[in-house]
Each structure stands twice: as structure tokens, then as C-alpha cells.
């Protein structure tokens, strides 16, 4: 029986954007959950997929989206007309993905959200939560009273990352790239321009940095660090390439630490659901642009540009 037509954005070739596409929906089947999407993320991970300038890429045509939100209609194993986020397992990887209005996904790629959590902060709270908490707690291990400067620190990640150090009792300073971001760096940071950067615009030697942008910023941040001190690279916004040279890398005894949130994912789910929570009361906050599906050109541009302030999510509803 025919469950009726379905909008999905269905990418052809790499490098070109997805178009919409009205097909089936999927047919339910044994050990997968069909869910009614909500939101889904345009994270940079997508980008790096429909660009075909990742580690795992889909065969084509396939529907991009490593992450989203909806509302079970079928299932063996999760309540239908519950709320879940979908994420792993492959999903806008190896397998069709969320930006599309209907998703038929693995049951283990599904997780319940809060009932009346936001459909586009149930989809997009993981990854900027879980990895700031990797960073500053599993990688970085920031102690009390350590300075800390956070790159990017108006973006998702890195705005999240300051309030997760702020909360484990750091000093931070906060570091944009362009001017109109100094204003949505989170308190308690002190925001610094990082065309600025210099020990007296951060106040002295950091003990930790965060860095969620790479290239030529995370070179200038980097000699910001004291000796001993520890770097948690969580991204690469700014550039993928970073040069090392190893007298002047021995010298300056900084550890450069990755973070892997597709690693450690299990690892922080219990502290990203604490943080989801204060996340709803708005103790913590996330800055989020939602754009309608059929606009997805411009989500893709501004989250491109690094014009978007925090996550961008395409409205599925
Ligand atoms: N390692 C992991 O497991 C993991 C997990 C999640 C995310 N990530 C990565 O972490 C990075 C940040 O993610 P996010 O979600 O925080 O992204 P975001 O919200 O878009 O923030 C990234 C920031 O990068 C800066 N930027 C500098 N040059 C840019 C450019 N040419 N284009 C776009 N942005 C530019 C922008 O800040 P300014 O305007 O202040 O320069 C922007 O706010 C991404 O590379 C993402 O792939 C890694």
C-alpha cells in the first residue's frame, strides 16, 4: 500500500547542491524506524559530503543529512508519535539521510528526545554539546581557575565550548573572526577580534586552547598558549591545512590534541542529555537559523560564508 509522495533533496553529483525530488515514502520494514522529519542540521560535515571531500561518501543519487529530528510513524522499537533525533550509523554517509521530509532509518540510528524539546534543538544540540564537553573535559581536562581561549567562539561549537569551560570554573577568552560576532560571543568570555590577537589582547599566556577553526587563526592562537599547556583541535573552518615545524613545535611544548566526537560520542551522551536540559530552561544557550527546505541553497551559503550565527537547520515541518 502506497504511503504517498514524500519531498526529499537528492544529490546527484558532487559539488552540486541536492534538488527537490517527490518520491514515495519509504515502506516500513523489519529493524528500521520511519519518522515524520521535523528539522535537520546543514552541518559542515554535510558540506564536506556533498562537496565529496570526506573519508566516507554515499554512492549516488542519495539524500544528504547526517543529523535530524521527527516524530515516529512506524516502528518495532521506538514509540510511534514520539520524538527522536537520528544520527550515526551512516546516515547521509553511507545511507540516505535526513534532509528530506520523510525518513526511513536503522532503529540504533534513533534516540528519544524530551517530549516539547524544539525540533531544531533536538536535532542540533549533539554535536556542538557533546563536542564541546570532549574538548574541555575528556581532551583538554580543564581544571578550576586555568585560562582558556576558545576560536570560533560566536559558532556553534565554540560557543558552547565557552560556556562549558566557563561552567568547569576557567577564565575565557572568546575569539571571532569578524567584528559583527564579538556580540554573540557567550558571557562570561572576553571577545577578541582575531586580527587582534596578541598577549596583551588575551591577557597573558592561556593554559588551554580550543580551536574550532584550523588555518592561519589556529597558527596565531597557538602561540598564545604557555609551555605545557594543551590544544584541543576540534575543526576546520579556516583552513585544513596546518604546517608543523618541528624545532619550533618542541620548543614551544604545547600538546595538540584531536577531538573526535563520531569516537567519543558515547562517551558524553549522558552529559550532552544533562546539557540538552539546561539548554531548554535557557541556562545554556545555542544560537539557531532555521531555513525552509526549499531554501537550502542559502542555508548552505551562510553556513559557507561562516555568515550564520551557530547551527543552521533546514524546517521540515
Ligand atoms: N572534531 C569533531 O568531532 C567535530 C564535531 C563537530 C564539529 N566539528 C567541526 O568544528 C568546526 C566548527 O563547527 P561549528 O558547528 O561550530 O561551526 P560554525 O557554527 O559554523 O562555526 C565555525 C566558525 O568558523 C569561523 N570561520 C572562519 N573562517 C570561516 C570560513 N571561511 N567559513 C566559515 N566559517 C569560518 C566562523 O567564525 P568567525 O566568523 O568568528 O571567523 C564560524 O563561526 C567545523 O569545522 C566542524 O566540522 C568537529
Redesign the pocket.
Known sequence: MSLGTSRALVLEQFGALPRPVDRPVPEPRPGHTLVRMRAAQV???D??VIDGKFGILPDLPAVPGTTGSGVVLASDTHPEGSLVRLGGKGLGMRRDGCWAEHALVPDAAVEAVPEGTDPALACSYF??V??AW??VHSVAEVRPGERVLV??????????AVQVAARAGAEVVG????P??LG?VPAPAKPVL?AELSPESVGGPVDVLID????P?LKDALALVRPGGRTA???????RDFGVDLADFLLADVALL???????GKEVAADAERLLADLRTGELTL?IERHPLDRLAEAVER??????????VLDLT
Open positions: 552541518a559542515h560535515l558540506l564536506n554535536s556542538p557533546g563536542t570532549a574538548a576560536t570560533g567562539a560566536a559558532g556553534a561549537v565554540g560557543a558552547m575569539v571571532v573572526g569578524r559583527a560576532k554573540h582575531a574550532t577553526v584550523g588555518g587563526v583541535l576540534v575543526g576546520y573552518t579556516a583552513g584531536p577531538v573526535n566526537l563520531m569516537r567519543r544560537a553556513l559557507r560564508t561562516g555568515e550564520a550565527v551557530g547551527k543552521v
